[in-house]
Nanobody, 119 residues
Framework: QVQLVESGGGLVQPGGSLRLSCAAS????????MNWYRQAPGKQRELVAR???????NVANFVKGRFTISRDNAKNTVYLQMNSLKPEDTAVYYC?????????????WGQGTQVTVSS
C-alpha cells in the first residue's frame, strides 16, 4: 500500500506564494506520473499540473506562468510552487501518484491540503 502525505497549505494574501509538498511511502518500485488536482467548494476536482517520470510537465492554462510542478525521485516527492496566488486559487489541493510497487500497480491520493487566498 502506498500512502501520500501532503504539506504546505495555508492562508496567504493575493499575490503571495506557497509551496506544496507530497511524499509517498511504501514498497515503491517506480512512480510514473505525479499529479496535483484541486477542488473548490461546489466545483468538480480539476487537474492543475502533471509531471512524468521523464520530467515532462503539463500545467493547466488557468495557472500557467504562476505554478510550477517538480519532483524529487530519490525522495518520492512532488512539489507545487504556487506564485502570484489569486482568490480563485482557493481550494483543497490533492496530490495523486501512479506507479508500481514490488507487487502491483498503484494509484494513490493524498488527504488534501487547504489553500486559502484572501486578504
Amino acid at each position: 500500500q502506498v500512502q501520500l502525505v501532503e504539506s504546505g497549505g495555508g492562508l496567504v494574501q493575493p499575490g503571495g506564494s506557497l509551496r506544496l509538498s507530497c511524499a509517498a511511502s511504501g514498497n515503491i518500485f517506480s512512480i510514473y506520473n505525479m499529479n496535483w488536482y484541486r477542488q473548490a467548494p461546489g466545483k468538480q476536482r480539476e487537474l492543475v499540473a502533471r509531471i512524468t517520470s521523464a520530467g515532462s510537465t503539463n500545467v493547466a492554462n488557468f495557472v500557467k506562468g504562476r505554478f510550477t510542478i517538480s519532483r524529487d525521485n530519490a525522495k518520492n516527492t512532488v512539489y507545487l510552487q504556487m506564485n502570484s496566488l489569486k482568490p480563485e486559487d482557493t481550494a483543497v489541493y490533492y496530490c495523486n501518484m501512479i506507479g508500481r510497487t514490488d507487487r502491483a500497480d498503484f494509484a494513490s491520493w493524498g488527504q488534501g491540503t487547504q489553500v486559502t487566498v484572501s486578504s
